[in-house]
């Protein structure tokens, strides 16, 4: 079995900035000193500098991209892919910048606190079973809504899923030569869509989406106590 495979993470950046109440694009709000991206980008090649860092923007934040890495001199080498209509079509973009027998992280641009170990131990189960996926169990209860009635579910039989999500890139591009579904609502679910089983892997709370303002205040204060 092989184990040494190249790296790669395809990190998808195209928030809106809508649910945090700004027109800046959420990926691009800044974090203590630099931009949420940079964070998140500098997060995968602190775990192996040796990893390929795809980048996967909107058309038409590629060029504010390329003024805040100018601005805020950031010298991490990546590559730009421009994004499509939908995340479906942004990591399918992504992903034909990945080569054949190689692994791939899908990491949301937004997500600036994932570990170092939680990207490592993906890469590792990926490369054995075929694919990792990063998970927490539920801290609260939860209720299934209809619109006729509700009910207590028992919150031990799910997970939240996170990202990064890896992959055997060989599995992940074939799965997504497919038509888009509703139900893809991550890549895990374009994988299993395939028919593959799905290996998920233990996150971390700390590892949130920076989507509200609340969001970022919780971030802000992340920083903070880690100096």
Known sequence: MQLNFKK???????????????RTPKQFIR??????????????KQADNNTEIILVLPDNHIETWNKLVAEY????????????????QSVKNGLEGVSDKSLVAVHDGVRPFVLEETIN????????KGNAIV????KDSIRKVTPDFNKAENRAEFRLIQTPQTFQSDLIKKAYFVKEQD?????ASVLEFAGHKINLIDGSYQNIKITT?????????????NT
């Open 135 to 138: 998970s927490v169990p539920l």
């Open 73 to 88: 001199l950031f010298n991490v080498p990546h590559k730009i892919y421009k994004g499509g209509a939908s995340r479906f």
């Open 183 to 187: 139900f893809f609502t991550d890549d």
């Open 213 to 225: 303002p609340e969001d970022l205040i919780f971030a802000n204060s992340m920083l903070n106590s």
């Open 31 to 44: 974090l203590k000193d630099k931009v949420i991206l940079m964070h998140t980008i500098e997060k995968f």
């Open 121 to 128: 131990l993906s890469y590792e189960v990926a490369a054995k």
């Open 8 to 22: 790669y993470a395809v990190i998808v950046a195209g928030g809106s900035g809508s649910r945090m109440n700004t």
